[in-house]
């Protein structure tokens, strides 16, 4: 196994189009986020955007960061399809689960040090953008501190997030090959469920659809107001993503057992 994570580590740190990617999505999530707060201004105490989620509202940026990472993990497996390099990584490491369970390690890393930087950046710029905007009054700053745990948790939580949209899509691509299959599967899976959501008008369908879909329940890990009306609780919402991934890449590493390289 140790072999397996070296050999992997290698490989994606001597790819500079996956290290441009990773750059790309730390500064497209920040960057969104800032997009999305610049423009929000504050209310008088007691309008409109008294029960608004600042928190929340300041990881916005993480629907553009998923894409991104999307391709990244898509292109740590299908990548080596596309170049039968697969052949090979599999004769030097016959078994294989460990090819990929080293990739998921080695994914987890990269996903994790990009999405931290990302979420730092997205709180840090949102925090100061809003007391620009009129959160900041004289009784105090209309903002949850830092340090409180409803905001660790959203912002811990929200890279947590794009770590399992990452696994997510390498079981996919695993179980897909091609690049843009997987790429196209991974997001009509996120997307679908919430444009269900839009089309059906009944509400208890419309609460199943955001409990069960993996971006919808997912992204509950953001909500820091108003928790009792979510379909689901934050970490359970963030379970059932957790889930969907383990299940892809269960499926995913019995189909590369199976199958010829």
């Known amino acids: 196994m140790t072999a397996a994570l070296h050999a992997e580590w290698t490989k994606l740190r001597t790819v500079a189009e996956v290290r441009w990617w990773l750059l790309a999505a730390a500064v497209l999530t920040a960057g969104l986020s800032a997009v999305a707060v610049a423009a929000t201004h504050a209310a008088p105490r007691g309008g409109p955007d008294q ?55 080695v994914v987890t890393a990269l996903v994790s040090a990009a999405g931290a930087a990302g979420v730092l950046g997205s709180v840090l710029a949102g925090r100061a953008i809003l007391a620009r905007n009129g959160f900041a009054t004289a009784d105090g700053l209309r903002l949850p501190a830092l340090t ?14 794009l770590v399992l949209v990452a696994l997510l899509s390498l079981g996919v691509a695993t179980m897909m090959r091609e690049a843009a299959v997987a790429a196209g599967s991974v997001l009509a899976l996120l997307y679908a469920f919430p444009l269900m959501v839009s089309a059906v008008s009944d509400p208890d369908w419309q609460r199943h659809l955001r409990q069960i879909g993996p971006m919808t329940a997912g992204l509950s890990i953001q909500a820091t107001v108003g928790l009792d009306g979510l379909a689901i609780g934050p970490w359970p919402g963030l379970g059932v993503l957790g889930l969907w991934a383990a299940g892809a890449l269960l499926a995913g590493v019995a189909l590369l057992c199976l199958r010829d390289a």
């Open 148 to 161: 409180e745990g409803p905001t660790i948790r959203a912002a811990a939580g929200t890279v947590l997030y």
């Open 51 to 105: 029960d608004l989620d600042l928190t929340k509202l300041t990881l916005t940026g993480v629907h553009l960061g998923q894409l991104v990472v999307v391709l990244v993990a898509v292109t740590v497996m299908s990548g080596e399809y596309g170049t039968r390099m697969i052949q090979s990584t599999l004769t030097a490491v016959p078994r294989r689960w460990a090819v990929l369970a080293a990739k998921a390690a």
